[in-house]
C-alpha cells in the first residue's frame, strides 16, 4: 500500500462505524438515536448503545467521558464532548 492510501485508512474506517448500515434492523431508529445522544453528550454515565453486529460498543463514563470500544480490533477511543452552549474555546 502507499501512503497516500495509507492515510485515508483511519477516514475511511470512522465513516463506515457511523454509517447508518451499521446498525440493528429492530430497534434501529433507537439504537441510533441513542447512538447520536451519546455521541452529542446528552447521555447519562452508564448510558450504552451497540452497533448492529456487536463489534462497536458506545458508552458514557463519569464525568461526559464517551468511550467507543471496537470489540474486533480490540481499540478503545476516549473523548470529551463539548455542551452546545460551552463556548470556552471561541474566546
Known amino acids: ?18 454509517s447508518p448500515f451499521a446498525f440493528a434492523d429492530e430497534g434501529s431508529a433507537s439504537q441510533l438515536a441513542t447512538i447520536n445522544k451519546i455521541i ?3 447521555g447519562k454515565p452508564g448510558e ?14 463519569e464525568g461526559g467521558v ?3 470500544r471496537n470489540l ?11 455542551k452546545p452552549n460551552d463556548n470556552y474555546r471561541s474566546k
Open 72 to 82: 474486533r480490533y480490540k481499540t478503545v477511543q476516549r473523548f470529551n464532548t463539548i
Open 48 to 61: 450504552t448503545a451497540t452497533t448492529k453486529n456487536g463489534e462497536v460498543v458506545y458508552t458514557v463514563l
Open 1 to 18: 500500500m502507499n501512503r497516500p492510501t495509507i492515510a485515508l485508512l483511519p477516514l475511511v474506517l470512522t465513516i463506515g462505524l457511523h
Open 66 to 68: 464517551v468511550e467507543i
Open 40 to 42: 452529542r453528550g446528552e
